[in-house]
C-alpha cells in the first residue's frame, strides 16, 4: 500500500497535493475518484503532536462544522490515541489542512512533514485496514473498530455523513467482519488498555493487594477496570472530573469512587496510578508528584499515562521515584509474540481485496442508478408510443393477442438495454462516458 507524505512541492490546478498520483491511484476505481482521506497516526508522529492533533467533544463538532462550511460535501473525523484522519467524499479540499493547522496551532510546513494522503480506492483499502485491525499498534485488535462506529455516529449526529460514506463504511464493517472470523488475525489479541495493565503488573510483580487509582471514566477507563479486576488488586479507586461518571462506572463493578480535588491526598497511598482523561492539558504536573513523593518514604509512584493529548507533564513524568509509561511506551512494547497474527496478514490482504473490488461496483452501481433510471425512463416512453400505434394499426385483438405484442415490445427493450446498462454499471466507466450513454439515447431531455 502506498503512503504519500504531504509536501508543497507538487502544486496542483485543484490546490491538491499529489493530483498525479491521485489520477493514477484512481484508474481502474473511477466511482472511488472523489475519495480522500488526511491523517497522521503513530506511524507518522510521535506522542507530543499526535496529542496536539487530536479533537474530541466540542472541538471534534467544530471541526466537522468548520469541515462542512469550507464545502466537504460529507467527512467523518476518526480521533484516537494512535490517529487522527479525516476521511471525506468530494473535491480534494487543501482546506482540510489549512484547518488542521488552524485549529491545532501547528504549522501546515510541520503538518506536512507527518501527514499522508490517500485518494480513490487508496482512502478506501486505507479504511478497511484500520477496520480489521491491520493498521493498529496492537496488530488486530479490535478496539478500533468500535471507535470508527462512534466516529460514524457523531459524523451522522452532525449530519456529516452522506449516502457515499454511508456506502462506504457499510464495506467496511463487512470486510472487517471477514477478517476478525476468516482469519487468525484477532486471535489472542489484546488492547492498549490491556497491555497497560499487563505492564503494570510486571513492573510491580503482580497487582493483587495493590492500591491502584484510576483517573478517567470514559470507555479506555471502562477497559480497564475489566482486566483491574481479574488482578484482586487491595482496591481501586476512579476518579473523574465529572464525579457522578465515576460513581457509575465504580458502581457497576464494585470499586470506590472519588472528584479529581481529591487525588493529591490518594497518590500518597496509592501503588499505580493509571490515567486516560480527555483533556488539552496535563492534569498531573511536576510540583504535584514531588509534594506525594516527599511523603511516600522512597516507594516508587507507577503511573499509565493513556491520555492522548499527555494527562502527565514531561517533567513529571522524569521524577525520581517516578516510573511512567505512555502510549508510546506500550506500542513499542506491544509487538511482542504477535507472529501467529502477523502470518494471517496475507489471508487479511486476499479479503480486503476482494472488499475492494466489491465497493468499487456499489459505488459504481450507486453511480450508474440515475443514468439507468433515465434511459430506462426514456425507452419506457418510445414502447409506450409504438405499442399504442401497433395496437391502433390491427384493430380488434383479444387478450393473448395483446399480451403476446405488448411482450414482444418489451423483449426488445430489455434485448437492446441490456448491453448500456451493464456498460453503465462498469466501475471502470466515469461520469463522462455514462453521459455519452445517456446522450446517445437523449435520454436528458423531453421528447
Known amino acids: 500500500m502506498i503512503d504519500h507524505k504531504l509536501t508543497t512541492d507538487h502544486p496542483s490546478s485543484t490546490g491538491c497535493p499529489f493530483a498525479d498520483q491521485i489520477a493514477s491511484e484512481t484508474l481502474g476505481y473511477a466511482p472511488l475518484a472523489n475519495l480522500h482521506l488526511f491523517g497522521l497516526s503513530f506511524r507518522t508522529a510521535d506522542l507530543t503532536l499526535r496529542g496536539r492533533v487530536s479533537f474530541s467533544g466540542e472541538r471534534l463538532h467544530l471541526l466537522l462544522s468548520r469541515l462542512t462550511d469550507a464545502g466537504i460535501e460529507e467527512c467523518l473525523a476518526l480521533c484516537t490515541c494512535n490517529r487522527t484522519e479525516i476521511l471525506f467524499y468530494g473535491d480534494c479540499g487543501a482546506c482540510v489542512r489549512s484547518i488542521l493547522a488552524e485549529m491545532t496551532g501547528v504549522e501546515e510546513d510541520e503538518l506536512d512533514s507527518h501527514l499522508y494522503l490517500k485518494s480513490g480506492h487508496l482512502a478506501a483499502e486505507h479504511l478497511f485496514r484500520v477496520c480489521s485491525g491491520l493498521e493498529s499498534a496492537v496488530l488486530g485488535e479490535t478496539d478500533i473498530l468500535a471507535q470508527v462506529k462512534e466516529a460514524l455516529a457523531t459524523g451522522q449526529e452532525h449530519k456529516s455523513i452522506g449516502p457515499w460514506l454511508n456506502l462506504l463504511l457499510r464495506h467496511a464493517f463487512a470486510a472487517s467482519k471477514r477478517v476478525r472470523t476468516e482469519t487468525e488475525l484477532c486471535k489472542g489479541v489484546t488492547s492498549l488498555g490491556s497491555l497497560a495493565v499487563r505492564e503494570a503488573r510486571s513492573i510491580t510483580g503482580g497487582l493483587a493487594g495493590k492500591s491502584i487509582l484510576l483517573?478517567?471514566?470514559?470507555?479506555?477507563?471502562?477497559?480497564?477496570?475489566?482486566?483491574?479486576?481479574?488482578?484482586?488488586?487491595?482496591?481501586?479507586?476512579?476518579?473523574?472530573?465529572?464525579?457522578?461518571?465515576?460513581?457509575?462506572?465504580?458502581?457497576?463493578?464494585?470499586?470506590?469512587?472519588?472528584?479529581?480535588?481529591?487525588?493529591?491526598?490518594?497518590?500518597?497511598?496509592?501503588?499505580?496510578?493509571?490515567?486516560?482523561?480527555?483533556?488539552?492539558?496535563?492534569?498531573?504536573?511536576?510540583?504535584?508528584?514531588?509534594?506525594?513523593?516527599?511523603?511516600?518514604?522512597?516507594?516508587?509512584?507507577?503511573?499509565?499515562?493513556?491520555?492522548?493529548?499527555?494527562?502527565?507533564?514531561?517533567?513529571?513524568?522524569?521524577?525520581?521515584?517516578?516510573?511512567?509509561?505512555?502510549?508510546?511506551?506500550?506500542?513499542?512494547?506491544?509487538?511482542?509474540?504477535?507472529?501467529?497474527?502477523?502470518?494471517?496478514?496475507?489471508?487479511?490482504?486476499?479479503?480486503?481485496?476482494?472488499?475492494?473490488?466489491?465497493?468499487?461496483?456499489?459505488?459504481?452501481?450507486?453511480?450508474?442508478?440515475?443514468?439507468?433510471?433515465?434511459?430506462?425512463?426514456?425507452?419506457?416512453?418510445?414502447?409506450?408510443?409504438?405499442?399504442?400505434?401497433?395496437?391502433?394499426?390491427?384493430?380488434?385483438?383479444?387478450?393473448?393477442?395483446?399480451?403476446?405484442?405488448?411482450?414482444?415490445?418489451?423483449?426488445?427493450?430489455?434485448?437492446?438495454?441490456?448491453?448500456?446498462?451493464?456498460?453503465?454499471?462498469?466501475?471502470?466507466?466515469?461520469?463522462?462516458?455514462?453521459?455519452?450513454?445517456?446522450?446517445?439515447?437523449?435520454?436528458?431531455?423531453?421528447?
Not at 465515576?246 to 464494585?254: E, K, N, S, T
Not at 514531588?290 to 518514604?297: D, G, M, N, Y
Not at 405488448?406 to 462516458?433: C, H, N, Q, W, Y
Open 215 to 447: 483517573v478517567g471514566a470514559g470507555k479506555i477507563a471502562e477497559r480497564l477496570v475489566k482486566d483491574l479486576v481479574l488482578e484482586s488488586p487491595a482496591r481501586v479507586i476512579v476518579a473523574n472530573r465529572t464525579v457522578a461518571a465515576a460513581q457509575v462506572l465504580a458502581d457497576r463493578h464494585g470499586l470506590q469512587f472519588c472528584a479529581l480535588d481529591d487525588v493529591p491526598h490518594l497518590l500518597v497511598e496509592t501503588d499505580i496510578v493509571l490515567t486516560a482523561v480527555g483533556t488539552s492539558q496535563p492534569i498531573f504536573d511536576e510540583q504535584l508528584f514531588k509534594e506525594a513523593s516527599s511523603k511516600r518514604e522512597g516507594r516508587p509512584l507507577i503511573v499509565v499515562d493513556l491520555g492522548v493529548p499527555a494527562n502527565v507533564s514531561t517533567a513529571a513524568k522524569q521524577l525520581p521515584g517516578v516510573v511512567a509509561l505512555d502510549v508510546d511506551h506500550l506500542i513499542e512494547r506491544c509487538a511482542k509474540n504477535a507472529e501467529k497474527r502477523e502470518a494471517a496478514i496475507p489471508a487479511a490482504d486476499s479479503i480486503i481485496r476482494q472488499a475492494l473490488g466489491d465497493l468499487a461496483q456499489a459505488f459504481s452501481d450507486r453511480e450508474a442508478s440515475g443514468a439507468i433510471k433515465a434511459l430506462v425512463r426514456r425507452c419506457e416512453e418510445v414502447r409506450s408510443q409504438n405499442l399504442a400505434w401497433a395496437i391502433e394499426k390491427l384493430g380488434d385483438l383479444d387478450d393473448r393477442q395483446r399480451k403476446v405484442v405488448e411482450d414482444l415490445t418489451l423483449r426488445m427493450v430489455r434485448g437492446l438495454l441490456e448491453s448500456p446498462i451493464r456498460s453503465l454499471k462498469d466501475a471502470s466507466f466515469g461520469a463522462e462516458e455514462r453521459d455519452v450513454v445517456v446522450r446517445l439515447f437523449e435520454a436528458g431531455g423531453d421528447e
